[in-house]
């Protein structure tokens, strides 16, 4: 063998050992490099594909398990981490791209690298962030885009408009004129102007203010001018509870009742991603309600249907204190009323719009009563009444009127009861079936006679102690 060959296998044989372990070199300073570096803020800690890709997947799959909240100053919207799709194999390609060391540098430290994964945001997401007036849509979805992709962070602060462009709209207002003493008022107002509605919330109004002591005329007040106010917006009615009459300054099916010992509130939710604020103020003799929030992407109509009226009956009542054919009308009688409440709500941007049911209530007519003469002629023979006598108006159906199909006594129902659907509450309350007196049954006012009454004809019919008609008297 030559001298010659002989230092060409030297070389080459030299040569391959040196490849060797600059490549063994090479490749644990790939393995180095790893250590630190991350994707979407995923530690990895190997040079394996197949195990970087298990690992990372493993990490999204986690971080789907919890929503995704976008918070501002004035609340918080609430995503589906399913809105979010994720290019893992491009995240993959460029961290082994970006952590690859060529062999012939295998003496380089390489840098740590943070690989932000390629997200993805479906148009739902933008749609439910313009739900807050107060963000930055695009500003605030490049924001998410970074923070998930860079550390699959499940809480994102959102990009807010400047402070003075932030200024409260109201929403709604309503003025109403009161009778009651100021001073009581004046209390209630204390206890809840600038009362803030954070989203979500549910306010109950006997929870926040104090009623003892307090008069039932300023409580149903206060609570008819806050429901006044609720239905102009899109807040929830949890629960309400009808007056037994219609207040003299609200518009019938607007008024609500609150009383603590019956366990009868006011509650609403605010269902917006905004907070509410609450404010009182006095204007001469009314008191005004104004709510204010953040520009909503709702407009709201309230509005009413099958409004009609319940004509009052007719009560007769006996005295013998009345010359014969005298009568008097001791109380002239008010139509009673039905209405049914209704708001629509639409978006701004005409995406949808529904009609919500809020109540049917019904006002009870107040009964017209005429007091006569006792002292009638005779129907079929020769008795003769000479004491007081009525019909009890409490009597069920006791009346000689129209009635529409509705049973009342004389204040139409029971006191401080209105049969009416309570929103929220899942009572129909509808006035309880009701029965006739049997012939002979004796009124509370009646020493000396009995009464029943004929509720097909109309006709108040009296009848003498042994159950025998002796007078009538028609509509």
Known sequence: MSISNRQNKVFIFSFVIIFSFLTLLASKHVVAA??????????????????????????????????????????????????????????????MHETKIPWYLFWKSPDRVDIQMPVYINQQVSDELKKDPSIKIQDTLEVIEKEIGLQLSNVIVAVQLEGDILEDDRIALTTHEFNQQKLALNVLVDQLTGLSIMPGERISILSLVETEGMDQESLDFIAS???????????????????????KTFTPGTEAHINQKQSKDLVFMNPNVVMGTLKFSFKDDNLVAELYSMPLDVKVEFFQTDKHEVQPRTIIRYSKDLEPGDEVEEEIGETGLVVTSYRKVSSMSGQFEKDEYLSKDFYPPVHRVILKSIVQQDVGGDNEIDTDSTLDPNLPNADNGQTHGDSTNQNGAGEGQNPSVNVGTGNNNKPDNETKPSKGQQSEYDSEVDTSVNDDSGVTVIYDKSGMPINSSGK
């Open 34 to 95: 790893v250590n630190g570096s991350t994707i979407a803020g995923v530690e990895i800690e190997t040079a394996d594909r197949n195990e970087i890709n298990v690992l990372v997947r493993e990490k999204v799959s986690q971080w789907r398990e919890t929503p995704l909240v976008v918070e501002t100053d004035y609340g918080k919207t609430v995503l589906d981490t399913e809105l979010f799709e994720f290019d893992i194999e491009n995240a993959i390609n460029e961290y």
């Open 225 to 247: 001018t806050i429901y006044s106010l609720l239905i102009q917006t899109n807040y929830e009615i949890i629960e309400r509870h009808p007056s037994a009459v219609p207040l």
